[in-house]
């Protein structure tokens, strides 16, 4: 797997995400097994196919979390230079079609979280603004068309 570079904040997300998939939803999945299995012939028994069906799922994220975890490299937030829109920046902009002004943060894929105005580098919004100073104009392809974002501020 290749490096992932996130913030400390996004590091310790992960870590929370796996200490309760590890702490909480295994035993959970466990003991749901162990009661499916009490209930008699196997072979015929839907609620043990779906507890272990449910343990595959659970697995399967934990090893992907773990990964995540061991290939992670903290960006030091303090050395990113603000002069132009990259990955970490808070990047407030003007869309000049709509008039509707948004604060974006440029981040990781497993960071992302729209609620929260972070979008991933890999989104057609956060490529149309990367390397973009203030005062530039982004034209950018999306889903409802051709959008024009002003670049207003850029902060960490």
Known sequence: MATIYMTAEGLQKLKDELRFLEGT???????????ARDKGDLSENAEYD???????????KIAMLKAKIMDASIIDTSTINTDEVQILTKVHVRILNTGAEKTYQIVTEGEANIMEGKIS??????KGLMG??????A?????????EYEILDITV
Do not use: H, Y
């Open 25 to 35: 939803e295994r035993p959970r999945v466990i003991a749901a097994i162990a009661e």
């Open 50 to 60: 779906a507890a272990k069906e449910e343990q595959g799922r659970l697995e399967s």
């Open 121 to 126: 580098t890999n989104t057609p919004i956060a």
């Open 132 to 137: 973009k100073k203030v005062g530039d104009i």
């Open 139 to 147: 034209k950018i392809n999306v889903p409802a068309g051709l959008m």
